[in-house]
């Protein structure tokens, strides 16, 4: 099993950026497909952006797209997650995640979520 370690929230005016980094132990994540998810406060856990074993292929929800970029350097164990012009709406605890079965599969390590919010 993978261990994930998220950092890099904080408080941020609406407009600014963030980047998000996922540490990850235990197993090398060069096998895994690596994903955000968000949950703001009464909503559902959601994806944010998902990214292939190689980094060639990513996908976006259709609200950070255009503004979010992950990505993912496999040599430091390591993902990230660029987020600029944030919104108010964006504000969540941001989930790394690490799925190690197909692209669109379901994700089964998570890592313990790290605040961001967004003020307007």
């Known amino acids: 099993q993978v261990q994930l370690v998220e950092s890099g929230g904080g408080l941020v005016q609406a407009g600014g950026s963030l980047r998000l980094s996922c540490a990850a132990s235990?197993?090398?994540?060069?096998?895994?497909?690596m994903g955000w998810f968000r949950q703001a406060p009464g909503k559902e856990r959601d994806i944010v952006a998902r990214?292939?074993?190689?980094?060639?292929?990513?996908y976006y929800a259709n609200s950070v797209k255009g503004r979010f970029t992950i990505s993912r350097d496999n040599a430091k164990n390591t993902v990230y997650l660029q987020m600029n012009s944030l919104k108010p709406e964006d504000t969540a605890v941001y989930y790394c995640?690490?799925?190690?079965?197909?692209?669109?599969?379901?994700?089964?390590?998570w890592g313990q979520g790290t605040q961001v919010t967004v003020s307007s």
């Open positions: 235990g197993r090398t994540i060069s096998s895994y497909i």
């Open positions: 995640a690490a799925n190690r079965g197909s692209y669109y599969g379901p994700f089964g390590s």
């Open positions: 990214i292939s074993w190689n980094g060639g292929s990513t």
